[in-house]
């Protein structure tokens, strides 16, 4: 498994859906690899609440797993996104408890969600790396705050009805 760590959300130009892009944690930006990861809008908007660390009057889904977690006195350990197959990677968020660990199947950008909430290390397949990922240097650079700061444009200009399928 490698250690990752998101580095950046952004919106994809070509499909207006959002990618979060994970970076193996021991790789310098520039080089190395890049795992682009295209998710849903509810859950970029979720992930980039925690990022930013804003707190909602009312708990969201993720908040709500995780707060229930909690109660359950057990631990997001970490999230593993364990294989991609035809485009579509499946993740397991690992939960620790007193007397024993459990795995419960999850979709990266909940798992994610949720590990940003727990402050909990997320980690990918090798063998995901080998087949999904990037190299760095492929990617244009990117200005974080820039591309941030046209997401948050964008939710706050989004139609709930974007949603609806």
Sequence with gaps: MVHVRIA????????????????????????????????????????????????????????????????LDTLVERIEITRVEEGTFFAAVVLRGEERTRIVDARPSDSIALALRASAPIFVAEDVMDDAAVPDESVEAVDEEAELAAFRDFLENVDPEDFQG
């Design 8 to 71: 950046s959300l952004a919106l994809d130009p070509r499909s207006n859906q959002p990618v979060i892009i994970l970076k193996p944690v021991d790789e310098e930006p520039g080089t190395g690899r890049l795992l682009p990861i295209w998710i849903g809008h509810p859950e970029a908007t979720a992930i980039l609440l925690a990022i930013e660390g804003v707190e909602t009057p009312r708990p969201m889904t993720h908040d709500l797993l995780y707060n229930v977690i909690g109660a």
